[in-house]
């Protein structure tokens, strides 16, 4: 156990720039004509840190005769393990690498504009609650030496609970909004009953199957352009998938094994947009089928970084709003409380 929660703490610090960095050090070698196993051997002499010890833990991984992939595990994200998979399972590690590499660029720059977009807001709503402790501290406190709580208008009552709990019980509020999250991740990924349609389907939780099903796309493109039929894409994107992208994928195994003979309507699981699958369904009819999944995954990819910046600013103004909303509600509460006590 502890050794589990050692490598998750690493995998953690391990940061999605050092991971970019990883691949495309390995992908200019590779491509340079060095076999991927002398590559990491190489970045392992030059590396330090926590970069040394993925390649150590890759480098084992090559040694017990598995693939490169298997070595990133517990390192990088699964989308991006099985970029790299379908490099090696058809021949072209060099090229996957690179794209495995751009998947995790386009990932940074999405986390970078959403926590631009909603940094400084978090900062003033956070001030703010903090000026609400300074003002029951410096001001309510004051007030109710000279007139008994219960007879403050509502709000001001309010204001005074306000800072009482901030001050009192920051950490309750800390550790709900940590939980909260956590438990949405938790959701997202591990919930597949009756209901998850329809959560897809809701404003900010629909990007993350935007996310998943782009990557998705490209994943399965560069598998099929890589030689590796179908079926077996299916089976190989199975690998450490979590259990919402194993249930789609386990859907999709049964529409093909149903006899399905469009790709398009094997893929029509609920997880990609219904234009996306029109697009598909079309060009499923000629030939270049796996190139037009890597320019939808892609073309996806963009389109589900573009909602990412367009929830974080929404998100963003929302929270600055509050913020504006709090210091509007501190100072009528102020001027309530001075009123009652000039009468």
Same mark, same amino acid.
């Given at each position: 156990?502890?050794?589990?929660?050692?490598?998750?703490?690493?995998?953690?610090?391990?940061?999605?720039?050092?991971?970019?960095?990883?691949?495309?050090?390995?992908?200019t070698?590779?491509?340079?004509?060095?076999?991927?196993?002398?590559?990491?051997?190489?970045?392992?002499?030059?590396?330090?840190g926590?970069?040394?010890?993925?390649?150590d833990?890759v480098?084992?991984?090559?040694?017990?005769?598995?693939?490169?992939?298997?070595?990133?595990?517990?390192?990088?994200?699964?989308?991006?393990?099985?970029?790299?998979?379908?490099?090696?399972?058809?021949?072209?590690?060099?090229?996957t690498?690179q794209?495995?590499?751009?998947?995790?660029?386009?990932?940074?720059?999405?986390?970078?504009?959403?926590?631009?977009s909603?940094?400084?807001?978090?900062?003033?709503?956070?001030?703010g609650?903090g000026?609400?402790?300074?003002?029951?501290?410096?001001?309510?406190?004051?007030?109710?030496?000279?007139?008994?709580?219960?007879?403050?208008?509502?709000?001001?009552?309010a204001?005074?609970?306000?800072?009482?709990?901030?001050?009192? /019980?920051?950490?309750?509020m @800390?550790? #709900? *909004? =940590?939980?909260?999250? &956590?438990? $949405?991740?938790?959701? %997202?990924?591990?919930?597949?009953?009756?209901?998850?349609?329809?959560?897809?389907?809701?404003?900010?939780?629909?990007?993350?199957?935007?996310?998943?099903?782009? /990557?998705f796309?490209?994943? @399965?493109? #560069? *598998? =099929?352009?890589?030689? &590796?039929? $179908?079926?077996?894409? %299916?089976?190989?994107?199975?690998?450490?998938?979590?259990?919402?992208?194993?249930?789609?994928?386990?859907?999709?195994?049964y529409?093909?094994?149903?006899?399905?003979?469009?790709?398009?309507?094997?893929?029509?699981?609920?997880?990609?947009n219904?234009?996306?699958?029109?697009? %598909?369904?079309?060009?499923?009819?000629?030939?270049?089928?796996e190139?037009?999944?890597?320019?939808?995954?892609?073309r996806?990819?963009?389109?589900?970084?573009?909602?990412?910046?367009t929830?974080?600013?929404?998100?963003?103004?929302?929270?600055?709003?509050?913020?504006?909303? %709090?210091?509007?509600?501190?100072?009528?509460?102020?001027?309530?409380?001075?009123?009652?006590?000039?009468?």
């Open positions: 156990m502890l050794n589990r929660v050692t490598q998750k703490i690493k995998a953690q610090l391990f940061t999605p720039k050092q991971q970019q960095a990883f691949l495309e050090d390995i992908a070698l590779v491509e340079d004509g060095i076999p991927a196993k002398q590559a990491v051997e190489v970045l392992n002499k030059l590396a330090a926590l970069t040394a010890e993925v390649a833990n480098l084992t991984k090559l040694s017990e005769g598995k693939y490169l992939a298997d070595g990133l595990v517990g390192w990088f994200p699964v989308s991006v393990i099985e970029i790299v998979r379908a490099g090696e399972e058809g021949g072209t590690l060099a090229k690498l794209a495995a590499a751009a998947a995790l660029a386009q990932k940074n720059t999405a986390i970078t504009s959403l926590l631009s909603l940094t400084y807001p978090l900062v003033v709503l956070s001030l609650l000026v609400s402790v300074f003002i029951k501290e410096s001001v309510f406190d004051s007030f109710t030496a000279i007139k008994p709580v219960d007879l403050w208008p509502g709000n001001a009552q204001a005074l609970a306000l800072g009482s709990f901030v001050q009192y /019980r920051w950490f309750v @800390l550790a #709900l *909004l =940590i939980g909260f999250f &956590v438990g $949405l991740s938790f959701f %997202l990924r591990y919930y597949i009953g009756v209901g998850r349609q329809f959560v897809d389907t809701l404003p900010v939780l629909s990007l993350y199957r935007q996310v998943i099903a782009a /990557r796309m490209e994943t @399965l493109g #560069l *598998l =099929i352009s890589n030689g &590796v039929v $179908l079926k077996k894409a %299916l089976k190989i994107m199975q690998y450490n998938a979590n259990p919402y992208l194993s249930a789609h994928l386990m859907t999709m195994e529409r093909l094994g149903g006899g399905k003979e469009n790709i398009a309507e094997v893929l029509d699981t609920g997880l990609i219904p234009e996306d699958l029109m697009r %598909l369904r079309v060009i499923a009819r000629g030939k270049g089928f190139y037009a999944l890597l320019r939808q995954g892609r996806a990819n963009e389109r589900s970084l573009d909602n990412i910046r929830t974080g600013r929404l998100l963003g103004g929302t929270l600055l709003g509050a913020a504006a909303l %709090l210091a509007a509600f501190l100072i009528t509460s102020i001027y309530a409380v001075g009123a009652i006590l000039g009468t």
